[in-house]
């Protein structure tokens, strides 16, 4: 079984729409979630981290972690054709490796 | 600030040759990370250096692999021989000293690999 547990996709969606991108896993030692966003031919670019339970916030992104449940939560709002890529779901221990769900694209159609 | 960069781009080898990539991290990072992704599969941790020393080579598949970064700024990765499973995307990543919470890995592009 993996650590972590995404939905690959492929996710269409129109433009403006509310994106809700999800992983679980199954290590409850983890303590920092990751959301990543990765265009085509580039490399993963942080988007948030999240350490605790609840929600975290940033203009179009918010990020939700339930940790008694192992589950976490991407959420975009007013989703944009510039949204259109790969996120990946990250988590890891205190420091060190991360660990990477499959990933999920995502396609935004105007 | 110049970020991570990787070179090359991409490489196509016979199966057996030796392949050598390599990783530029962000000025000043004593953290750096060696991931690879096989097609079809999650991205997967290699080996972390800080500094010149490896602090996890947990991720590393076999002898076949060669990490080194000496003087702590560049790292190489060796194939030494490279086989066909060895074709994927190996992606680097930096980030500056832990300060009492998480720190942030700054990724590369990515060397795209192909083992023929």
């Known amino acids: 079984q993996k650590e972590v547990e995404q939905d690959p996709g492929p996710l269409s969606v129109p433009e403006g729409a509310i994106v809700s991108l999800n992983c679980t896993y199954s290590?409850?030692?983890?303590?920092?979630f990751m959301w990543y966003r990765q265009y085509s031919r580039k490399g993963p670019e942080l988007l948030m981290y999240?350490?605790?339970?609840g929600n975290k916030e940033d203009g179009r992104f918010t990020a939700q972690v339930d940790k008694s449940s192992k589950y976490i939560s991407l959420f975009i709002r007013d989703s944009q054709p510039s949204d259109s890529a790969t996120y990946l779901c990250?988590?890891?221990?205190?420091?060190?490796?991360?660990?990477f769900g499959q990933g999920t694209e995502l396609s935004v159609k105007p | 600030e110049a970020g991570v960069t990787q070179f090359p781009s991409h490489s196509v080898i016979e199966k057996g040759q030796t392949v050598t990539l390599r990783c530029d991290p962000i000025?000043?990072?004593?953290?750096l990370y060696w991931y690879r992704r096989v097609m079809g599969k999650e991205i997967k941790f290699l080996l972390h250096?800080?500094?010149?020393?490896?602090?996890?080579e947990s991720g590393m598949p076999n002898n076949r692999f060669l990490a080194e970064r000496t003087g702590g700024t560049y790292s190489t990765l060796k194939v030494q021989p490279a086989e066909l499973e060895d074709s994927g995307v190996y992606f680097c990543?930096?980030?500056?000293?832990?300060?009492?919470?998480?720190?942030?890995?700054?990724f590369g592009p990515g060397t795209r690999l192909t083992v023929l």
């Open positions: 290590n409850s030692a983890f303590q920092y």
């Open positions: 990543a930096s980030s500056q000293e832990w300060l009492g919470g998480t720190d942030t890995q700054y």
């Open positions: 000025s000043g990072h004593d953290n």
């Open positions: 999240t350490y605790s339970s």
């Open positions: 250096f800080v500094k010149e020393s490896k602090q996890d």
């Open positions: 990250a988590m890891r221990y205190l420091r060190g490796k991360l660990i």
